[in-house]
């Protein structure tokens, strides 16, 4: 009797037989073909677009999203100069351009309002194409990630699933898992602007898995420029880094791997990335820059409502004015105080880099686990938040051993707590009940159901 | 102060209801004119208060009650529509009064002077009154009495009604105004370029997002204009704003709900001031003159409503609507002590995923 070998993925058998029984072939089959999957998501990206434009123009609820209203007007403060709206720096007066920051809620870096300038010049949707093109091009490096990295790397030679072809079909499959997803292509088109960060973080991901350490450095000091959270994602690439020269034994022998010249300089371009990109804005926007973009996230208080259940905490013990504020115990004083999110969210997800980012294979693994709990422990959280780390389930899946069965329960779960979040912040949003407590109640539930879905995802890749 | 049933076409206080104060400080010293004006307002019994926000060419307080009101005493009543001016020292009360028969006491040596008109509606048009009349100069010794005509053109008109309706969205209200047209604009021929308006206060527990709105249309917003802030951050007692609405018979403004102070009722109503809704109008250059010296114009340099806010030539047309309050209940938090389940629910997220990053799985890795 022959022992058949107990493919890596078990996913794939169940997925086939489910295939034949919901007769969805044709539809995979299409799927197959990375060229129709580029042509498929392309066009669905332009008559979303469209669809927004007529939208918007006959309906009271808007598709666009406000944020894209929020980067048009910066845009256009910066082509517009005027005495209350000039660029504060000192390069700014002498360029003579205006202030992005003069429009309310703009905490953005400087880049995004430049990069659609041409909404001004071109077309007020030029951005949501920009956005939706990103969207694309993420998708071509996820693809050429899974032929050329991932997708050799957990087949086994012997198997039928390791040849060219099967790769390439299984990556196309896979990348449509982003491409079609319709929170990716949902969130592009109605201008958010994730999916410039997404492709400066896959690039960033792609440099470090084909060892191109300088462009992963400089890649990072961007993304880290663009939105502050990636730096997390430097923790992990220096463990990778130091441990492609052998590990030494003891924690001598580890410190000495995450210290030496080739982590130092890893280190020292991502940084010099991140701050010149910082010093430029600088010169150019001035202080308006720094406050927006950084040293307000410092003392934000999140008192409106998001899947965190800090929000209630932090709504609750606003100092109310007029208030005689009572003594506070210690341990009440420590619940309240921001380090209390802070600290469980940093150390979870440095640690997570350090623990697991000792090897190329498991980079994006390291990542997604990183950026997962960044996002659950995070003091706010929006749906885009999410985008943050399924991006990296195309690259992961082919990597978890996990049933249909199992997949299909956390994906459930993971949908079901955002699901019960969602109904009850719609009856305060848009009917005006009083639900805060319900809403606190499952941010709760948020919380521990996304703690959970993330432990089974790393049992899945770890065994 | 509130509006009073008298003849509108002569009489002209279409303010909105409750207290507006509007002041150009004399000083630059904040404390000095605090100190100053909360001193004038102890005097005829209003409270003081620092909410002040800044408007078109003053500092401009506005509640939508008159919470207190002590100038009974002097036969000022709550209900008169009145105007109080106080300008280096000296305080000028003008007040309505309805009543039909007054007694004057003649004094030596003050000149006074009594009208008796009537608006001569055989000749006067919705635009041009001629009120007709005698004047009596009470000279102490001897009354003279003079038959008078006098030709006045009134900057308030009235054109329609309006019905202002708070739509229940959420924390989202939405303005609702229908407006019917009595009468048509095209008859008036002194008119120039017209345009419809709504002209508003709302309280600091709400706001209108200007961005989405749009410049075109939010012509002015004063006040504190913040997007994010919950309202127990905010200082300025609320928003002036003045709108340009289409020239259609029904518009739809949404505005914002602040977060609120929890309390126990889970819930905090506001009542504020319906909009005022008009269509401004430029006055031919030649019938400038008639307007600027109508005695009984009440139109101010400074002052809390709307027509400061337009050029002199400018005439009014409102839609008269009932004077009640919009009112809406704005969910807020009830005071609860979460702090311990948050951070047992925290800790446990934490266990959950140390336990998969130290115990579990290292050596695999390896």
Redesign the interface.
């Known amino acids: 009797m022959r022992i058949v070998p107990q493919p890596v993925i078990k996913l794939i058998p169940y997925h086939d037989m489910v295939l034949n029984r919901l007769s969805v072939r044709p539809f995979v089959d299409l799927l197959a073909s990375f060229h129709n999957v580029l042509i498929i998501s392309t066009l669905l990206r332009i008559i979303l677009i469209l669809y927004s434009e007529w939208h918007d123009a006959h309906s009271?609820v808007k598709y666009t999203d406000?944020d894209y209203?929020?980067f048009s007007?910066a845009a256009r403060f910066i082509l517009h100069p005027g005495p209350e709206n000039k660029a504060q720096g000192i390069l700014g007066a002498a360029l003579g351009v205006g202030d992005p920051y003069t429009?309310?809620?703009y905490r953005y870096t400087p880049l995004l309002a430049l990069l659609l300038l041409p909404n001004e010049w071109i077309h007020i949707s030029f951005g949501k194409y920009l956005f939706a093109g990103c969207d694309i091009l993420a998708g071509i490096l996820i693809y050429k990630l899974l032929v050329s990295t991932v997708l050799p790397s957990v087949r086994k030679p012997s198997s039928d699933n390791s040849s060219p072809s099967s790769i390439i079909r299984q990556a196309s499959l896979l990348t449509s898992i982003h491409l079609l997803n319709p929170l990716v292509f949902s969130i592009s088109t109605r201008g958010s602007s994730e999916s410039v960060l997404a492709l400066f973080v896959l690039l960033t991901l792609y440099c470090a898995l084909e060892r191109k350490w300088t462009l992963a450095a400089l890649a990072l000091g961007l993304s880290t420029h663009w939105k502050i959270y990636p730096f997390i994602y430097g923790v992990a690439c220096i463990g990778v880094i130091g441990s492609e020269r052998g590990m030494g034994k003891g924690w001598k022998g580890w410190l000495r791997s995450v210290v030496n010249w080739r982590t130092v300089k890893f280190g020292l371009i991502s940084a010099a990335s991140f701050v010149g990109l910082n010093v430029l804005m600088y010169l150019i926007w001035g202080y308006p820059f720094l406050y927006e973009s950084y040293l307000y996230h410092l003392h934000r208080r999140d008192?409106?409502h998001n899947f965190s259940?800090?929000f209630?905490?932090i709504?609750?013990t606003?100092p109310?004015?007029g208030d005689s504020i009572p003594e506070l115990s210690f341990w009440?004083q420590v619940?309240?105080s921001p380090l209390?999110?802070f600290l469980?969210q940093m150390?979870?997800s440095l640690?997570?880099g350090l623990?697991?980012g000792?090897?190329k294979r498991?980079l994006t693994f390291t990542w997604f686990v990183q950026t997962f709990?960044f996002v659950?422990?995070n003091r706010v959280c929006t749906s885009q938040y999410f985008l943050w780390y399924t991006l990296f389930l195309p690259l992961l899946i082919p990597q978890l051993k996990m049933t249909a069965r199992w997949a299909a329960i956390y994906t459930a779960v993971w949908f079901g707590a955002q699901a019960l979040w969602l109904s009850e912040a719609y009856?305060?949003?848009?009917?005006?009940?009083?639900?805060?407590?319900g809403l606190?109640v499952r941010g709760?539930v948020y919380?521990?159901a996304h703690?959970?879905v993330?432990?089974g995802v790393?049992?899945a890749y770890?065994? | 102060m509130k509006r009073q049933e008298v003849d509108s076409r002569v009489f002209q206080y279409e303010f909105g209801s409750g207290l507006h104060i509007s002041v150009v400080p004399n000083t630059r010293d904040e404390e000095v004119f605090y100190q100053e004006m909360n001193d004038f307002l102890d005097l005829i019994g209003l409270q003081g208060s620092d909410e002040w926000i800044m408007s078109y060419n003053s500092l401009y307080y506005h509640t939508p009650e008159v919470r207190d009101w002590t100038l009974e005493g002097y036969g000022i009543g709550r209900e008169s529509a009145l105007d109080i001016n106080w300008s280096n020292g000296q305080v000028v009360i003008k007040t309505l009064n309805d009543q039909a028969v007054k007694e004057y006491q003649q004094e030596t040596g003050v000149k006074k002077e009594i009208g008796v008109f009537l608006i001569d509606d055989e000749i006067s048009t919705k635009d041009d009154l001629v009120l007709s009349g005698v004047r009596i100069e009470l000279m102490g010794q001897e009354d003279y009495i003079h038959r008078t005509l006098f030709h006045i053109k009134p900057r308030i008109r009235k054109i329609g009604e309006s019905e202002v309706k708070l739509v229940?969205?959420?924390?989202?209200?939405k303005l609702q105004t229908n407006y019917e047209h009595k009468q048509d604009l095209d008859q008036d021929v002194d008119l120039e370029s017209c345009q419809k308006y709504q002209y508003m206060t709302i309280p600091k527990e709400f706001f209108l997002d200007k961005?989405?709105i749009g410049n075109n249309q939010l012509v002015v917003n004063f006040g504190n204009?913040?997007?994010?802030k919950?309202s127990?951050?905010i200082k300025e007692w609320g928003t002036e704003l003045l709108l340009q609405v289409p020239n259609q018979l029904a518009n739809?403004i949404?505005i914002h709900s602040r977060?609120q102070?929890?309390n126990n009722l889970?819930?905090t109503t506001i009542s504020f001031n319906k909009p005022i809704n008009f269509i401004a109008c430029d006055l031919a250059k030649d019938e400038e003159y008639l307007l600027q010296n109508n005695p009984f114009d009440n139109k101010l340099s400074i002052g809390a409503n709307f027509d400061k806010l337009f050029t002199n030539k400018t005439v009014f047309y409102l839609f008269d609507q009932p004077h009640d309050q919009l009112q809406v209940?704005?969910?807020?938090?009830?005071?609860?002590n979460?702090?311990?389940?948050?951070?047992s629910?925290?800790f446990?997220?934490?266990v959950?995923?140390?336990?998969?990053?130290?115990l579990?799985?290292?050596l695999?890795?390896?």
């Open positions: 009271v406000i209203r929020v007007d429009r309310q809620t008192h409106r259940p800090y209630y905490l709504y609750l606003y109310f004015p009440r619940i309240r209390t999110s469980p150390i979870l640690g997570g623990v697991f000792r090897s498991h709990v659950i422990f009856k305060l949003e848009f009917i005006g009940e009083h639900v805060f407590f606190w709760l919380m521990v703690t959970w993330l432990a790393m049992n770890l065994g | 229940s969205n959420g924390m989202h209200p961005y989405q204009l913040d997007l994010e919950p127990y951050l739809e949404e977060y102070t929890p889970g819930k209940d704005i969910p807020n938090a009830r005071p609860t979460v702090d311990l389940i948050t951070l629910v925290l446990v997220g934490v959950i995923i140390l336990k998969r990053l130290l579990k799985n290292k695999k890795l390896e």
